[in-house]
C-alpha cells in the first residue's frame, strides 16, 4: 500500500485537484490524505479567535465569505446534478453548523471542531470529484480510526484495529480518502495533530499500515538546503536521512510537521516529498541512508525565549542543574538548547505558558534574565561537527550577534542563537558562504 497526502495549494483551486486526480489514478491501491484549501485553516482560526473575543459581526462576515469561495469552488468542480446536490448540503451544512457555533460558549472543543471543518470540506469534495469522474474511491472518516492518547501521542494499537475495520467496510475501492490533521483525543473528542499536522496523519498511517512509501506532495520540488520563503537560489535537496530531516523539520523546514518522520523511521519506511504542479521534478527521497558530507541544509525557528541562569554560588555546586531541570520538568515545558558556564546556565524554550511561574520559582536560587523574540538557526548535514570546513563557520558568523551557540549535541546539528530581528541577514549570508559561489564551506 501506498500513502499519499496532499497539502493546502495541491487541494486549493479547480486545476490542482485535477492534478491530484491525475497522480493518483495510476490503478495502484493507496490511501490519499488531505489537507484542508489553502487559507481555510488559517480562516477557521480567526473565526475562532472572534467568536471567543465577541467579535459576532465579524464572525458572520468570514462565515459568509468562505461559504462564497466554496459554493464558488463546487459550483465549478461539481458539473454531476445527483452528486452537486448531496456535495452542497453537506457543504450547507458545515456553515450552518459554523454560523451556530457563534452562540456557544468558546472552548477548546469548539475550536477543535471549528478548524476540523478545512480537511472534513476538503476530503468530501474531493471524493464527491472522484465519484463523478468514475474512479473506484471511498471515504474513510478520519474521526473513526485516528486518536491520541492522553499523552497526546497517536495511540497506535485504537488506529491499527479501526483503520482496519473502516477499510474492510469498503474492500472494493482502490483509493481511499481520508482526512489529514483531525484526529479524536483519549476522551473521544475531535481533537487536531497541530497546525500542519496533516504530513503527520500521512505517516502514522503509513506505520501502521507498513506502507511501502509515505509520499508527501506540496508546492515545492522537495526539501530545499534553505528557506526559500527568506533566502534566494535555495536548491532541492535529492537525498536526506530521516535524522536530518526531523532536526530540519523541528527546527523551523515548514515544509514537514516536526514529528513527520517519527513513525515510519523505525520501520524503514522512505519518505518522499514531491510537487503536485511538477509531479515529474525528482523531489526529495528520506531514508535511513546517509548521502554526502557537510552541511545539508539551514532551517530557522521563531518563536524562541532565551534564559540565563546564574547561580548566586558556583554553578556546578552539586545539585543546581537537577534543581533547574526539575523545575522545567514540573511545568512540562521541553528545552531545546542549553549551554553553560562555570557560573550561569542558559537554555531556550518555545512554549512559554508557565514561563512566569517558571522564573518566579527559578528566582529562589539563582539570578534570571529572559530575552523574547529570539530565533534557533540550525544547520544539519551528517556528521558536520567533524567536517574539516564547519569551523570556517566561525568565521562567517563573526558579524552576525550570536546569543548562544550548541555544537556538539549531536553529530548532525549545529544551532546558533539569534535575535529574530537578524533572522533574514544570518539567513542570506550563511546561504551565500556554505551554498554559493565562493563559498568556504562544504
Ligand atoms: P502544504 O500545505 O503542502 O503542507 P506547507 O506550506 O506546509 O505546504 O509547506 C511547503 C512550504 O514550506 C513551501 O512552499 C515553502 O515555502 C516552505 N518551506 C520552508 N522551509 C522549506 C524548505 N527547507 N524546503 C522547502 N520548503 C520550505
Ligand atoms: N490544515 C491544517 C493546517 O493548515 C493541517 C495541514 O495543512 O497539514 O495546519
Ligand atoms: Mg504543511
Redesign the pocket.
Known amino acids: 500500500m501506498l500513502v499519499l497526502k496532499f497539502?493546502?495549494t495541491s487541494v486549493g483551486s479547480i486545476k490542482n485537484m485535477i492534478n491530484v486526480k491525475n497522480i493518483i489514478n495510476d490503478g495502484q491501491k493507496k490511501i490519499v490524505v488531505l489537507?484542508?484549501m489553502s487559507g481555510?485553516?488559517?480562516t477557521l482560526v480567526s473565526l475562532s479567535e472572534d467568536i471567543k473575543n465577541g467579535n459576532f459581526d465579524q464572525a458572520l462576515a468570514t462565515i459568509t465569505s468562505l461559504r462564497a469561495n466554496y459554493d464558488t469552488t463546487i459550483n465549478a468542480l461539481i458539473t454531476n446534478p445527483e452528486i452537486y446536490k448531496s456535495v452542497f448540503v453537506y457543504v450547507s451544512n458545515v456553515f450552518n453548523t459554523l454560523e451556530a457555533s457563534i452562540n456557544k460558549l468558546h472552548t477548546t472543543l469548539l475550536y477543535n471542531q471549528i478548524v476540523a471543518q478545512?480537511?472534513l470540506l476538503s476530503t468530501y469534495i474531493f471524493n464527491a470529484y472522484l465519484q463523478q469522474e468514475n474512479i473506484n474511491a471511498a471515504l474513510l472518516p478520519a474521526l473513526d480510526f485516528m486518536r491520541i492518547d492522553k499523552t497526546n501521542e497517536p495511540d497506535n494499537f485504537y488506529i491499527q484495529q479501526n483503520l482496519d475495520r473502516v477499510i474492510a467496510e469498503k474492500p472494493d475501492a482502490q483509493i481511499y480518502i481520508t482526512q489529514?490533521?483531525i484526529c479524536r483525543n483519549a476522551e473521544g473528542e475531535v481533537s487536531n495533530l497541530q497546525?500542519?499536522?496533516?504530513?503527520y496523519t500521512a505517516t502514522i498511517i503509513g506505520a501502521v499500515v507498513k506502507a511501502e512509501e509515505v509520499q508527501i506532495w506540496t508546492d515545492i520540488d522537495g526539501f530545499h538546503n534553505n528557506d526559500p520563503r527568506y533566502v534566494d537560489n535555495t536548491q532541492a535537496i535529492s537525498n536526506l536521512s530521516f535524522d536530518e530531516s526531523a532536526e530540519l523539520a523541528y527546527f523551523g523546514a515548514k515544509i514537514l510537521?516536526p514529528q513527520t518522520v517519527m513513525p515510519v523511521s523505525a520501520f524503514d519506511i522512505p519518505v518522499r516529498l514531491k510537487n503536485t504542479m511538477s509531479p515529474d521534478a525528482h523531489g526529495t527521497l528520506i531514508t535511513n541512508q546517509v548521502h554526502g558530507e557537510g552541511i545539508k541544509a539551514i532551517a530557522a525557528k521563531d518563536g524562541i525565549t532565551a534564559i540565563k541562569i546564574k547561580s548566586v554560588r558556583m554553578l556546578l555546586a552539586h545539585g543546581f542543574l537537577k534543581k533547574v531541570f526539575e523545575i522545567f520538568e514540573r511545568y512540562e515545558t521541553s528545552i531545546d538548547m542549553i549551554t553553560t558556564s562555570e557560573i550561569a546556565v542558559s537554555l531556550t524554550i518555545d512554549d512559554t505558558t508557565h514561563l512566569e511561574a517558571i522564573v518566579e520559582e527559578l528566582e529562589r536560587f539563582a539570578l534570571v534574565e529572559v530575552d523574547d523574540y529570539m530565533s534557533i538557526v540550525c544547520l544539519v548535514g551528517n556528521a558536520i561537527i567533524y567536517h574539516a570546513d564547519t569551523p570556517n563557520l566561525f568565521q562567517v558568523l563573526q558579524d552576525v550577534n550570536v546569543r548562544m551557540i550548541s555544537y556538539g549535541g549531536s553529530n548532525n546539528n549545529i544551532s546558533l542563537l539569534i535575535n529574530t530581528s537578524d533572522k533574514l541577514e544570518t539567513l542570506q549570508k550563511l546561504q551565500r558562504y556554505v551554498f554559493e559561489n565562493g563559498s568556504v564551506l562544504v
Open positions: 497539502g493546502g489537507s484542508a481555510t485553516t488559517n478545512g480537511e489529514g490533521f497546525r500542519g499536522g496533516s504530513d510537521h
